[in-house]
């Protein structure tokens, strides 16, 4: 299939910066994705891969060649977007035959390749049906079969789930990540939701104002942030941040006092701890607030409690029942504390 270098790159238009140098090595029938907030320069970045844009500095690399002045159409990439882009007056089938109509397939193939690729996102039994005469899911699964039957060398996807709710999401999530492991092609995923990203990716790039703020596996990522905006920005509900002060290993905070961490640090300090490592516990120390909050999903329960003007997010037991206003105390779990430094939002080690 293929492995994409990003060497160096960045992205301006005048004065405004997209895209600041992103270095990244994809290896061959990878799955990676771009993770962050819109505005952060993942969908630019991916844009540059496929040679819609050009960048500014640095090279795109693709198994050892450079790409900068490759035209898109001979990239041999396939791309999925947000809008299923599919030709409303031809059938799925037509539609998934496109591209190789295009590319000049030989006729007597087409049939066969259009057949597998269906097959692979089942929809065989609506290859006759126009796209207006199909859900959401389908459709994109349409789109999806399209990319398929050309047999590209990199698969590149444009928050290809934003439309669908979040059932056919889960089922969509499922479906790429099969058809991805089987066809063994190098995907490059561009997404908001960090639970796309959690699921699906071998590596995740979490970027935010054009820069890569961390590049790791799923569980790297969650457990082991390189600062505070990748701590908050992957985990549902997020790591709670709490900006306080450490002394002799004590950290204090309003409603908060937590002692005996192993740190040499001191000064401000932002202590990290995920709803999951705290636990609801009348006889600790560490924080003290009233309820806020209490919201039952069936399998646990979220409490949310306000300590001075921070609200803290905990995952409790799903009996777990209180009073808004009740006094509530709760501890932390020493060894899944994080620390980060206030100024910088680095991590602190």
């Not at 004590?250 to 932002?270: C, Q």
Request: with cysteine; net charge negative.
């Amino acid at each position: 299939m293929a492995r994409i270098e990003l060497k160096n790159i960045q992205k301006k238009w005048g004065a405004v910066w997209g895209v600041r140098d992103v270095n990244l090595d994809i290896a061959d029938e990878e799955f990676i994705v771009f993770l962050g907030p819109s505005g952060c320069g993942k969908t630019t970045t991916m844009r540059m891969i496929s040679g819609l844009e050009d960048p500014s500095e640095g090279d795109i690399v693709m198994d050892g060649e450079v790409m900068n002045d490759v035209d898109a159409r001979d990239r041999d990439v396939a791309m999925v977007f947000q809008g299923y882009a599919l030709y409303p007056n031809m059938s799925i089938y037509e539609n998934i035959r496109f591209p190789l109509r295009m590319r000049g397939v030989p006729k007597g193939d087409h049939d066969r390749l259009i057949k597998r690729a269906a097959e692979l996102v089942e929809l065989t039994d609506y290859l006759d049906r126009k796209p207006g005469a199909l859900s959401g899911g389908q459709r994109q699964r349409a789109a999806l079969a399209r990319a398929i039957v050309r047999q590209p060398h990199v698969f590149l996807m444009d928050e290809p789930l934003s439309n669908l709710d979040a059932k056919l999401r889960q089922h969509m999530r499922v479906q790429i990540k099969h058809i991805q492991r089987e066809l063994k092609i190098t995907t490059v995923y561009v997404t908001h939701d960090q639970i796309e990203a959690m699921t699906l990716a071998d590596r995740i790039v979490i970027m935010e104002k054009g820069a890569i703020q961390q590049i790791g596996t799923p569980d790297e990522i969650y457990n082991d942030p390189a600062n505070t905006f990748v701590a908050a920005f992957i985990g549902s509900p997020p790591m709670n941040l709490i900006e306080g002060t450490l002394e002799n290993g004590t950290f204090s905070a309003e409603g908060v006092r937590v002692e005996g961490l192993s740190t040499s640090h001191s000064g401000a300090i932002t202590l990290g701890v995920r709803p999951e490592d705290c636990a609801v516990d009348p006889a600790s120390t560490h924080l003290a607030g009233s309820v806020y909050g209490v919201e039952p999903t069936g399998d646990m329960t979220f409490l949310t409690l306000k300590a001075g003007e921070k609200l803290i997010e905990v995952k409790a037991d799903r009996e777990y029942r209180a009073d808004l206003n009740a006094a509530e105390k709760v501890r932390f779990d020493l060894s899944r504390i994080y620390l980060f430094d206030t100024a910088s939002g680095l991590r602190l080690r």
